[in-house]
């Protein structure tokens, strides 16, 4: 299991509806980079913890160049993660 998931069906399906509240609902995870990195102010949205690790994981690479996120790094990013 390596590699960002796109989650492009996902915001297709909800493009549909009306209600924008159910799409808001939906986005009910969060993560504060700066909890495990002080000083970043990057903050990583989506509906499962998948999805807020795969954003993470990619911020992560890019702007603190983090390769490769190890199980143990999972770990501690999935511990902050809370509900948005
Ligand atoms: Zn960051």
Same mark, same amino acid.
């Given at each position: 299991?390596?590699?960002?998931? #796109?989650?492009?069906? &996902?915001?297709?399906?909800? !493009?549909?509806?009306?209600?924008?509240?159910?799409?808001?609902?939906?986005? $009910? @995870?969060?993560?504060?980079?700066?909890?495990?990195? #002080?000083?970043?102010? &990057?903050?990583?949205?989506? !509906?499962?913890?998948?999805?807020?690790?795969?954003?993470?994981?990619?911020? $992560? @690479?890019?702007?603190?160049?983090?390769?490769?996120?190890?199980?143990?790094?999972?770990?501690?990013?999935?511990?902050?993660?809370?509900?948005?």
């Amino acid at each position: 299991m390596c590699g960002a998931r #796109p989650s492009v069906a &996902f915001a297709q399906a909800s !493009a549909d509806t009306s209600d924008d509240e159910l799409w808001e609902d939906a986005m $009910a @995870k969060q993560l504060k980079c700066g909890d495990l990195m #002080p000083g970043c102010d &990057f903050v990583a949205r989506g !509906a499962s913890e998948e999805e807020v690790l795969a954003k993470a994981a990619e911020h $992560a @690479k890019k702007a603190h160049g983090i390769q490769q996120v190890t199980p143990e790094l999972a770990a501690k990013v999935k511990g902050a993660i809370k509900d948005a």
